[in-house]
């Protein structure tokens, strides 16, 4: 049994000066490649059903499935809702198994943030389960601008919500499919020297490796989303297998032949935020 939360792999993280992958699983393959590689590497691994992935199936389907995992893993696995935008989402969540829970309250006003996040945090608290709130606004490729979190909006919201781990917006933006981010150094100490919860940046997959890399090690950033390099992954791999197939019609093994590339390219990005 190795269900986690957020706070049994991110304290161990900032000890060590490592970070840990919270990775979107959009279905089984993806989440048995992530398990398996975070077996294999030796590390934790944040599986993630996301907005879009819980539009595609079931919630309690994703608990059953992220909980069968995590608790037959020989490494810690935390279960994760990500962008839930409500109360109730994050309600059934918990029902479900889930044992991490992200509330992004970041496009409603500063105070209902603040106030939707403490009473997601008072609903996990009983089941000692870990809550995720964003601060400042994670932008889209393509789509909704980003808003730079504030140094002095994210101390308050920490403060007055007691999230155990911060999502902060510096340059980090969301479905990007190139190395394009231009991470603001500068706000990110000023974030830091005021707040005390893990940080996390959504947007991972937009961030040079080497970037990554240096801020796992340098800075309290603990916990990276990477969704699109995984799917691109994944895209690429089952394109070639069927360029190279032509006559397979076979669901099963159509869809096996991507896990093993993407179980490369997790390890690779879990290797990469080791100390
Ligand atoms: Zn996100």
Redesign the pocket.
């Known amino acids: 049994m190795t269900l986690a939360t957020l706070n049994d792999v991110l304290k161990p993280a900032e000890k060590n000066c490592s970070a840990i992958a919270g990775l979107v699983v959009l279905g089984w393959e993806d989440a048995i490649a992530f398990t398996e590689a975070a077996e294999e590497v030796g590390c934790p691994v944040i599986l993630q059903a ?1 907005p879009g992935s819980r539009r595609h199936t079931p919630l309690s389907v994703l608990g059953k499935m992220f909980t069968y995992l995590a608790e037959r893993a020989s490494v810690p696995v935390v279960c994760h809702l ?2 839930a935008h409500t109360f109730e989402e994050c309600s059934e969540a918990i029902d479900c198994g889930f044992t991490s829970l992200m509330i992004d309250g970041s496009m409603l006003p500063l105070d209902d943030n603040i106030a939707l996040t403490a009473r997601v945090k008072g609903l996990a608290k009983p089941h000692k389960l870990s809550v995720e709130g964003e601060i400042g606004a ?1 932008g889209y490729a393509g789509g909704a601008a980003s808003a730079m979190t504030d140094p002095e909006e994210a101390a308050r919201f920490e403060r007055e919500t007691g999230i155990d781990a911060l ?1 902060i917006s510096i340059g980090n933006v ?1 479905l990007q499919t190139e190395h394009a981010a231009m991470i603001d150094w500068t706000r990110l100490a000023d974030i830091q020297s005021l707040t005390r919860a893990p940080l996390v940046l ?2 991972g997959s937009g961030i040079p490796p080497s970037v990554r890399r240096d801020l796992a090690r340098e800075t309290r950033v603990k916990k990276f ?1 990477i969704g699109t390099e995984l799917r691109l992954g994944f895209g690429n791999a089952l394109r070639d297998y069927l360029a190279t197939h032509p006559a397979e019609f076979d669901r099963l093994r159509i869809l096996s032949a991507p896990i093993a590339p993407m179980k490369n390219i997790a390890m690779e990005i879990m290797r990469n935020l080791q100390a």
């Open positions: 996301g990500d962008h994670v999502a969301h959504h947007g989303n």
